[in-house]
């Protein structure tokens, strides 16, 4: 079982320079969402997706964009990157549910480091 | 914004003690979730508290939701190295899934 796949697993780059960081499950879920984790600061929304073209934004969603095209795929795309966005990039997804108790899947991260 | 306050923020014990970390919050949450990371790796979902006062064991891991649904607590009995982690509380509103989490608790297990 794939689960959710992220990649790439590691990225260094320079200000200025744009990616996008891929993002991508087969569980079927509608729900999908892109966490930040910074050493002190737990887990950071910023930006989550409840189905296919529907997105909105999290806690910290400036200097990311995001887009849903497919119920698979996630991709996050920082525009003009900044030494501040260096950090931990974690993908994951869930179903949508009445109760508001389903679990997170999680992907392994992207370490990106920007200098 | 609602918060989510884990403490101790740091816990180091020997293999063998029991612990007992927290999740604290001002908010009331309609369910609240626990997961455990691993160092390179995403968290894992441990257990999800739904109702006010419920109490969920995990083998060696005793989960209880506060009568408030405000707050929860983790115990751990016997605690072993492969315990080592960091633990995440993730509390819930509304009916699109988006969680908020604590700060984490980094728990680490002398042999």
């Known amino acids: 079982n794939a689960g959710v796949t992220q990649t790439p697993k590691f990225q260094v780059l320079k200000t200025g320079q744009s990616m996008t960081l891929q993002c991508a499950q087969d569980m079927n879920h509608e729900y999908m969402s892109w966490y930040r984790q910074d050493p002190g600061m737990g887990l950071r929304l910023i930006h989550y997706?409840?189905?296919?073209?529907?997105?909105d934004q999290g806690e910290v969603p400036n200097g990311y964009n995001v887009s849903r095209s497919t119920t698979e795929d996630f991709p996050l795309r920082l525009l003009s990157a900044a030494p501040s966005q260096t950090s931990v990039y974690f993908c994951?997804?869930?179903?949508?549910?009445?109760?508001?108790?389903?679990?997170?899947?999680f992907g392994n991260g992207t370490r990106l480091t920007v200098t | 914004t609602q918060l989510l306050e884990q403490s101790p923020q740091f816990l180091s014990i020997q293999e063998g003690e029991n612990l007992t970390v927290y999740c604290n919050s001002s908010s009331v949450f309609s369910s609240l979730q626990w997961y455990r990371q691993e160092p390179g790796e995403g968290p894992v979902l441990l257990v999800t508290v739904v109702t006010g006062g419920e109490v969920k064991k995990l083998k060696r891991l005793t989960f209880q939701f506060g009568d408030a649904r405000k707050d929860s607590s983790l115990h751990i009995t016997a605690a072993q190295p492969g315990d080592t982690g960091l633990y995440l509380c993730a509390g819930a509103t509304g009916a699109n899934s988006k969680l908020t989490f604590g700060k984490g608790i980094t728990l680490s297990v002398r042999p």
């Open positions: 997706s409840v189905g296919a073209g529907i997105t």
């Open positions: 994951a997804s869930s179903y949508v549910r009445r109760r508001d108790n389903s679990p997170l899947h």
